[in-house]
């Protein structure tokens, strides 16, 4: 199969790398940031499958997320693949709606959205080996055309869910924020330790063998920081918050998490990433 990648950060090149592991397909990428091998043009006229992997960053002022940059990228391919059998996925993390209202636009494409579940530090890796493959779409044809594809290079008892765009917009959300949760929670418990003597390697050492709640417990965590930081959890929580307040859903537990990370948090290193934070030129 012929796949093309628009944006290659990590996501992007995961994507392309991946896919590269089957000697059967091709790959196709462009970058505007990067010197890249293929021009737009190849990308959207080579692939079968297109998969759109660019940043969605929050604003300057947290009031929400910018999804600009994958409106500009849909809009410049959309019209070019209208009417055949391409299929369009969207990888890049994108608030609950944002696929439906692309199709609305533009009725003659085959859209998915694909959220992706990796890591920054094992990419590569975690593309190969999900936990699970989502696939958002409203046509089950399409969806399973790309299940297919993914067949070519995960494993054999591979779980997939192929569900509505806007489902797999919000098991996105609620994986990283729950994720999230979880090391705001340890940050609390690890301070209650502290004051009451207690060893909190000990206690999370018991409280990660339980299979409900998992492993990474750890305070500091792997960045030697309190609460969370890095390209995702930041972005996915002030997305979240904009969008809920837009809906007039209360999210107050979740406003609460992220109003304790500021707190603890040393180091706002999503500040300095392009890919999380949108500056004002």
């Known amino acids: 199969m012929n796949i ?37 043009d190849e990308v959207i006229d080579e692939g079968d499958f297109i998969f759109i992997a660019v940043p969605t960053p929050i604003f300057e002022d947290y009031s929400g997320m910018d999804m600009s940059i994958v409106e500009e990228v849909v809009g410049q391919v959309a019209p070019k693949i209208s009417g055949t059998d391409k299929i369009l996925i969207i990888k890049s993390t994108s608030l609950p709606g944002t696929t439906k209202r692309m199709s609305a636009k533009f009725p003659g494409v085959n859209f998915v959205m694909n959220p992706e579940f990796l890591t920054q530090e094992n990419a590569n890796a975690d593309f190969l080996t999900p936990f699970r493959t989502v696939i958002g ?95 995702c959890f930041p972005k996915d929580m002030v997305g979240i918050l904009g969008l809920s307040k837009d809906l007039g859903v209360d999210v107050s537990a979740l406003d609460a998490v992220w109003k304790k990370n500021l707190k603890i948090r040393k180091n706002r290193d999503w500040e300095g990433m392009p890919q999380a934070f949108k500056k004002k030129k």
């Open 137 to 231: 779409c409203d046509n089950s044809d399409v969806g399973f055309r790309l299940r297919k594809l993914y067949e070519t290079i995960l494993p054999k008892d591979q779980p997939y869910y192929i569900v509505s765009s806007t489902s797999a917009e919000l098991i996105k959300y609620m994986s990283n924020l729950i994720l999230a949760s979880k090391v705001l929670l340890a940050n609390e418990f690890y301070d209650i330790a502290q004051k009451v003597g207690a060893n909190y390697l000990d206690v999370r050492a018991a409280v990660e063998a339980d299979p409900r709640i998992g492993r990474h417990l750890g305070v500091p965590g792997p960045d030697g920081d309190r609460g969370f930081g890095g390209a």
């Open 4 to 40: 093309g990648v628009i944006g290659y950060g990590y996501v992007g090149r995961a994507t392309g790398e991946g896919f590269a592991d089957n000697p059967e397909n091709k790959i196709f990428w462009f970058d505007k940031f990067k010197e890249s091998p293929n021009t737009l």
